[in-house]
C-alpha cells in the first residue's frame, strides 16, 4: 500500500527535508510513498497510513549532499521527490556512495542539480526590474522571469541581498517574490498575473504597480477597500487568505528590518575621509598622476617591488573598478589586472557584457606587496597603514574620472573606498557610498574565487561574480536613464 505526500507550493523543499525525515525514521520505504505538490498545507501521509518495512532510522546524509539534493529538488522533474527520497535511504544504508556516477540516480541528481545552478544563474543576470510607482519612501521596482524549473525560492535571497533598500517583485509563471520593507514572501503567481506580451512600457508599469501595492499587506485598508464580495472578480484573489494570513509576519519584518545606524567608528572614517577629500588640491591629469606615481614613496611598499602599477582606462569612464594591489604578473608588465585574476575578471566582464576598455580599471594599493620564497614571490595582503597611504592616489584617480559607478572588489577595495573592509560577504552585493557620495558597489576579488578549492564551487561563484558585475552594469545603465 502507498501513502501520498503533499508538498506545499511555497516551501516545497523544507517540506520535503521534514517529510523525508519524519518516512525514514517511521521506516517508510520509497516505493511506498508517492509525492505530489499541491494546494494546502504540507501534508504527511495524506490518504493511507504508510507501510513500515524497514527499520527507522535517523537519516545520515555526507556532507556536500544536502545542499545538492535540495539544489536538485528545485529542478521541474514530477520524479525529483520521490528519486531524492530512495537516495537518501540508500546512501543513509551505505548502499551507494555519494557522487558515484555510476549509480543512474546519483548521476541524474548532479545533472539536476547542474541544470537548476545554471537556471539560478541566468534569473540572477537576466532579470530586468522596472521602476514602479511606490507612494512610499523605498523606490518600488517589479520584474517577470520564465526560468525553466521552480527556482524563484532559491533565486530570490540574492535579489533580496543586492537591493536591500528597495521594495520589489519578481513575478514568475510559478510563484511571484515580494520584497518589500525588507521582508521576502512568496506566494503563488495569481492566474493572468502576466504582462501582455504586447504591453508598453508605461502599459507593464501601471499594471505591476496595481499588483505591488502594499496596501494589500494591511487586512483592515483591504477588507475596507475591497470587500469580500469583490475578491472572487480580483484576478489575483486567489492570494489573499494567504497574504492576511502572512500580514503580522511581514509587518514585525519590516519593523526588524528598519535601517540601523552604522557603527560609530564607521560614521568617523567617513568623516575623516569627506574632510580629506575636500582639503585635497585640484591636480592636473591623470597622465601627470601616472608619472607622480611612478615615484612614489609614500610608503615602504615601492622598494622591493618592481615598479608602481597605476590604474588606466578612459579619463571619462562610467565605471571604475578597484581591485587590492598588483600581483606578480602586474608588477611585471606595469599594467593592472593582466595575470590569473585578470583572467576571472576579464571572462566575468564578458559575461556581463562590459567592454574592459571602456573602464577604468584599478587597485587600492599601487605596488606589489610580497614574501620571498626561493625564486617566488608570494602575495602578502596590504595591512591599514599601507592602504591608508596609497589612499592618496587612488582618490585623486577618483577625483579625476568621476565615474558614476565604482565597483569594489574585495576587502581591501572597500576598506579604501568606505572605511571598512568588514564584513565583505554580507556587504555583497549591496551599494555604499564612496566619501564624495559616488556609488560604491560591492562585490568579491577575481582572487578569492581562484583560492577556492573545489572546482563545482569555483565555476558557481565565478558565475556569481558575473552576474554580480552584470547588476552593476544595469545599475549604471537605470543612473543614466
Ligand atoms: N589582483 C589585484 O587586486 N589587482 C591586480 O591588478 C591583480 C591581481
Redesign the pocket.
Known sequence: MTCQVVLPVVGTVPAWREQARALARAGVPAEAVVWRVGDGEADLFAGAAPVATRSGRDLRLPRGAVETLETALCHSDPERFARAYATVLRLTDGAVRWGDRSDPAIRRILAQAKAVARDIHKMHAFVRFREVPSGRQRRAFAAWFEPDHPIVEAAAPFFARRFGDMDWLIGTPGLTARFIGGALTFAETAPGARPPEDATEELWRTYYASIFNPARLMVQAMQSEMPKKYWRNLPEASLIPSLIRQAPMRAAAMQAAAPTEPPARRAMVARAMTAREAAMPETGTLGAARAEAAACTRCPLHGPATQT?FGEGPADAALMLV?????DR?DLAGR??V?P??DVLDAALAEAGIDRGGVYLT?AVKHFKFAPRGRRRLHQHPDAGEVEACRWWLDLERRLVRPRLIVA??ATALAALSGSGHDLLRRRGSVEAAPDGTPVFVTV???YILRLPDEDLRAAERARFGADLAAAARLLAAARG
Not at 323 to 327: M, N, T
Open positions: 602599477v581591485g587590492e594591489q598588483p600581483g602586474e593592472p589586472f595575470g585574476a585578470g587597485n572588489m574585495g576579488h577575481p582572487s
